[in-house]
């Protein structure tokens, strides 16, 4: 029979600095609390950060060109719809050159109908209000002046403009847990958008007085909500670049005493010193006139001394005349700015060359690699606009389309669609037509992943190289193969 030992162990007891409760972890996170995401971002909470954020992006010229940037290289031209048949029963072999032209007429609609709208300058728009206010709002609306059966607009709205009525209790929940309405958002008992509060007129309107009661409610399929959700339960959207409001205003800030500093130091003329103290009896420092009627007194702390133009300065003996030497900028003020600037550009996953439009300290190498991270944030939210904008407004637009032209929706199979965008400009071309050619040549990519990579439509790419040699055919002009892979080793910095 064995016997049983029981060993005692001392309780083991885990210890985090980030749980300390000393004085100074106390100081040092004595903002943080344990609010829900709604409860953390009350109205005037992100009124106020709005406010500022807004502030900061109109005085700072590289939060300016920073949110200008990330919208220009994440939107580009615009998004442009392609279709095609998702059944995998369908032969390509078959005649199929009716439907596909139907799917083509469909497109260029569209095409014309988002230059009407102005899809592209829109979701820029939208783009720099996410990252700068943390939302915006589409409203789908009938503009009477768009040409065409297709006159669904959409219309932009603030953050301020929708928001609940002060004179209502709106703190109220469904038996699900869900709340009713946050901050102007109307809720089903399934957490579902159901209505939006808009008011009529912005609340921050020169004649906005007393707008706060005048609101409309707009049904939730007529609206697209854009927004920058960080945690899970949070309603309403909070700028991207709140993270960051501080660090550009310590630059702003800098910036301003260094120019200060600098330009104190350039105004004064010159500085007149001594290390002794005239005799009362050689110089005159009573009130009354000389012998020559002038006014005569020792030169004093603070006294400024006028100068004439191209006149030389004769100095009593003792004293000596020099220069304010300017200490600002000091050798470390590129170096302090790059720091807090590549800081605060992380935020949005942009590269420290982007952020300052500066690329000479950067090798060809370490510019791609940084790029890198950029391009996946950008796929990432070219993703979410498609699934949150575009495919809305598309969905609605189709419903439209087909109640006007019907036959172009006559097949038996059903399709789907994709958004193409501009692609990014590859630092070396030669060296990514050589990848391109491998990979095309290898069959581990195909013409329309290639095409999309540059967002451009392989269809339209395969027409237009046919009718190209169909050309050079009737005109007697040789074709010329393309030019093979080139076999030159990388430069040497990417080595």
């Known amino acids: 029979m064995k016997r049983q030992v029981r060993v005692h ?82 032969d390509i072999d078959r005649d199929d050159d009716a439907e596909r032209a139907k799917l083509q007429r469909r497109e260029i609609r569209f095409r014309k109908y988002a230059r009407q709208i102005k899809l592209a300058s829109k979701l820029r728009l939208a783009r720099l209000a996410k990252a700068r206010d943390g939302e915006v709002f589409f409203q789908k609306v009938v503009n009477p002046k768009i040409r065409g059966v297709n006159r669904v607009d959409l219309v932009l709205y603030e953050t301020e403009q929708v928001g609940s009525d002060t004179q209502k209790d709106v703190e109220d929940y469904w038996k699900t847990g869900v709340p009713k309405e946050v901050d102007g958002i109307l809720y089903d008992r399934n957490g579902n958008p159901s209505q939006y509060r808009f008011w009529r007129i912005h609340p921050g309107a020169i004649n906005g007085i007393g707008s706060l009661t005048d609101f409309y409610l707009v049904p939730a399929d007529a609206v697209i909500h854009y927004a920058h959700i960080s945690r899970p339960g949070q309603h309403r959207g909070f700028p991207e670049i709140a993270g960051g409001l501080t660090v550009f205003n310590d630059l702003r800030r800098y ?9 104190t130091a350039a105004v004064i003329s010159l500085i007149l010193e001594t290390d002794t103290i005239p005799d009362a009896d050689d110089y005159d420092i009573s009130d009354e006139l000389n012998e020559d009627g002038k006014r005569v007194r020792q030169i004093r702390f603070t006294d400024v001394v006028p100068l004439a133009k191209n006149a030389g300065v004769a100095l009593a003996e003792g004293w000596k005349a020099h220069q304010l030497k300017a200490e600002q900028p000091t050798s470390t003020y590129t170096a302090f700015v790059d720091a807090k600037l590549n800081e605060a550009a992380r935020a949005l996953s942009m590269p420290f060359n982007v952020a300052k ?56 199979f059903s399709t789907d669609h994709t958004w193409m965008w501009d692609g990014f400009a590859h630092v070396d071309p030669a060296k990514e037509a050589n990848a391109q050619t491998a990979r095309l040549a290898s069959g581990t990519t195909t013409l329309q992943e290639e095409c999309a990579r540059e967002g451009r439509d392989y269809e339209v790419v395969l027409r237009q190289r046919g009718h190209e040699e169909k050309l050079k055919k009737k005109y007697g002009i040789p074709t010329e193969s393309p030019a093979g892979a080139s076999n030159q080793g990388e430069n040497d910095e990417e080595e």
């Open 9 to 90: 162990l001392p309780g083991a007891r885990a210890k985090f600095d980030a749980a300390s409760m000393s004085q100074e972890a106390l100081r040092h996170w004595r903002g943080a609390d344990n609010l829900s995401a709604d409860a953390e971002l009350l109205p005037e909470i992100r009124r106020t950060v709005v406010s500022r954020s807004r502030f900061e992006v109109a005085n700072n010229g590289f939060l300016g060109g920073i949110l200008q940037t990330l919208a220009d290289d994440t939107v580009g031209t615009g998004p442009r719809l392609q279709l095609f048949f998702d059944d995998p029963a369908y």
């Open 357 to 412: 439009g500066n690329s000479s300290g950067y090798n060809y190498a370490s510019g791609r690699l940084d790029h890198q991270v950029y391009h996946r944030k950008i796929a990432i939210e070219r993703r979410e606009i498609e699934e949150t904008i575009l495919d809305d407004l598309f969905e609605t637009w189709e419903q439209i389309d087909r109640a006007c032209y019907p036959e172009d929706y006559d097949f038996d």
């Open 255 to 263: 910036a301003n005493a260094v120019v200060s500093a600098a330009e």
